[in-house]
């Protein structure tokens, strides 16, 4: 049942004036991304059980030994654990040429154990590397980061069925739908332009039916376009440059920002804040995202969202195959439920 | 010089109120478009003067015999005839299955004296034809239609240079520069989002700098949104749905709607509007595109302009080869003029 402030809030967001005036609601990126993974995790327990020993595979390839990209991959290798994903680090030293990484790529392409493959970036490597001609070598059917061309073209075209999306925007997606806020018909301001954030957030928003304005640098009226949005996405990377003042009332706001500030009170001398003002947007949003712990944890668990996705295709385009051939193999039941979401 | 009249529109588009009040400027598509192939003509001379006998190549690829598509088709091949391409047209029947129409594609696709390829749509064939796979069997290198998934990837994440851009928002486009309105942090609203006209336009207001709001079926506010726009596209397909008294101000409006209307006076009985009410929007925006007459030539234009591109970006690449291999079997001067632009 909801409640008397849940109910006043969830008026703000629709967008009624003169209701009682409450703080936004946080939407938890650490509740909504627990959510995800244990709904992932009850899927491939079915999936193993269906297809007997089947388990999804990620492979994280990793070119040098950064302390920043060590950090993300065993979080990345942690998460993958938990739900039940066959993980696996692929290390290259750092004196790896582009080549030598063309010719991995290439080979995990072709291994069937490994449904998901993600090229950590940066690339710690003495030799040149071109990352946009590495990320388009992985092969867009494991392309679970969604960073390649093919994917990217499918996505701003529409076919969000045929690809994979990038994690942090498809992670803002589910932020968004925990708020019950419909998309379809509302304005949406996405600030950023950038290939793993505001691009295709402007792409999810359109094709979920949205009136979508991308802002940037060159924007010249930011607060004016930021006052029309009922959802807005900021992925900025300007510590709390949206003003709450800049808000309408009741909006969605989805801030992707992580940006280090100075602190005297704390330990490190500096805290963690997003592109928003969280103290001042608290005040007249309808549903906020706090940093950390909004979008952050979110895309890891789209992350694996995509790897489990990508099983899920693997299976059904095996299933075909086997009744073209009229040869099942498969364990447990045969009407393929386990494909289904 | 420019005229007091011609200086009190570029006032007005430039969103200088209270301006002597004066009809719009009309944005020729048939005048920009001679332009456009004026200069492709003297650069198509240059490579053969330069190049011994080299001709950008351009085929189409029809499928089966609609008398719309032979219309196209002819107006394509005319086109590229003046300019200097050496344009084939390669008919399959409408039995053709699609095997034989993606092995037709793939033969094209080796060939060297082919720089552009297009297929004709829609495919008129007795046999099931999947055009997305058709489309994304061509060489993202040869696809100067722009449909591919891969250039639709690039130029949705902004690697204009490296991509061909659709035929029909790259023609806006250049009819946007003959108005000499700078874009860069201008507000532009786009109608429609369709793969070929709206999506990619979209994307090149963006990448040119504008902040850009997408608009369609499902924006309740159409109006209010267009009210807002400095430069206004509109790839709707609804006849006239754009009205005059919706514009801001002098603003840049291109219409690329091409519909038949009921006309008693026309011995056809009907005649051709597009999306935009010509007669009240002329007396509003600064500058605009007619129907028929504006959009319409700048397609084919495009793409002679994109043929011509890739015919050079393969010269560039012959000559990085014929360098690397200190080989050089040109003719004419050694220095690439030819290549610049």
Redesign the interface.
Known sequence: MMSLVGLSLRLRAAGCQGSTRTVATVVSGHKTARLVRQRLQVEVQEMRRVWSGFRPGLLVLQVGNRDDSNLYISSKLRAAAEIGIDAKHLRLPDSATQEQVLQSILSVNQDPSVHGLIVQLPLDSVNPMDP?RITNTVSPEKDVDGL????????????LNDCFIPCTPNGCMELIRQTVVSV??K?AVVIG?S?IVG?PM??LL?WS????????S????LPE?VGRADILVVGAGRAEMVRGDWLKEGAVVIDCGINHIPDVTKVSGKRVVGDVHFASANQRAGFITPVPGGVGPMTVAMLMENTVQSARRFLLKSQAVEVNHAGFHRHGNRNGEVNRK
Request: hydrophobic share 25%.
């Open positions: 946009e390649s061309c093919i994917n990217a073209g499918k996505l701003s075209r529409g076919d379809a018909g304005h332009r290939k691009a402007h792409d359109l039916d949205a009136t979508v304005t991308t802002c940037h060159k924007t010249p009226d376009q």
